[in-house]
C-alpha cells in the first residue's frame, strides 16, 4: 500500500502513477499520481511523510486549492489484515466555498476505491 505507483491497481480514478524519486519506499518518497477528480483531470505528486512498514503509511499532495492526505493503516486480524484507508481533502482560500459539492464527488470517487480495494486485497 506505501508504493503508491500500484494506485491505479485499486483506484478506478487513477488513470497513472509513478514513483518519482530514487530508492526504497519510505518517508520523503514520491509518486505522480494522474487522476481523473469529477470533470477534471490532475496530475499530483505525493510524499510520503510517515512510513512504518506493514503499520502504517501517510502521504500528502499540494493542489492548488486544497490539501490531499491519505492514512493507510494494517492491523493483524487472527490470519487476516483489516485495512483503514482515509482520505481527507482540506480546501484553502475561496475553495472552501466548494467544499460542500466537492465532498461529495470525493466521496464518491472513495466509495468506487474502497469497492476495487476490496476485489484486489
Given at each position: 500500500?506505501?508504493?503508491?505507483a500500484h494506485a491505479?491497481?485499486?483506484?478506478?480514478?487513477?488513470?497513472?502513477?509513478?514513483?518519482t524519486s530514487d530508492g526504497p519506499i519510505g518517508v520523503g518518497s514520491?509518486?505522480?499520481?494522474?487522476?481523473k477528480f469529477g470533470p477534471?483531470?490532475?496530475?499530483?505528486?505525493?510524499?510520503?511523510?510517515?512510513?512504518e512498514p506493514d503499520v502504517v503509511v501517510v502521504l500528502e499532495a499540494h493542489g492548488g486549492s486544497?490539501?490531499?492526505?491519505?492514512?493507510?493503516?494494517?492491523?493483524?486480524?487472527g490470519e487476516?489484515?483489516?485495512?483503514?484507508?482515509d482520505a481527507r481533502?482540506?480546501?484553502r482560500g475561496a475553495a472552501r466555498l466548494a467544499d460542500p459539492l466537492m465532498q461529495v464527488v470525493f466521496n464518491r470517487v472513495g466509495r468506487k476505491a474502497e469497492a476495487r480495494l476490496?476485489?484486489?486485497?
Open positions: 500500500m506505501a508504493d503508491f491505479a491497481a485499486w483506484d478506478p480514478s487513477v488513470l497513472e502513477a509513478r514513483q514520491t509518486f505522480e499520481v494522474v487522476t477534471r483531470v490532475l496530475s499530483l505528486t505525493y510524499r510520503i511523510s510517515r512510513h486544497f490539501v490531499s492526505t491519505d492514512t493507510i493503516t494494517v492491523e493483524p486480524v487476516r489484515s483489516l485495512v483503514t484507508y481533502l482540506d480546501f476490496r476485489e484486489v486485497l
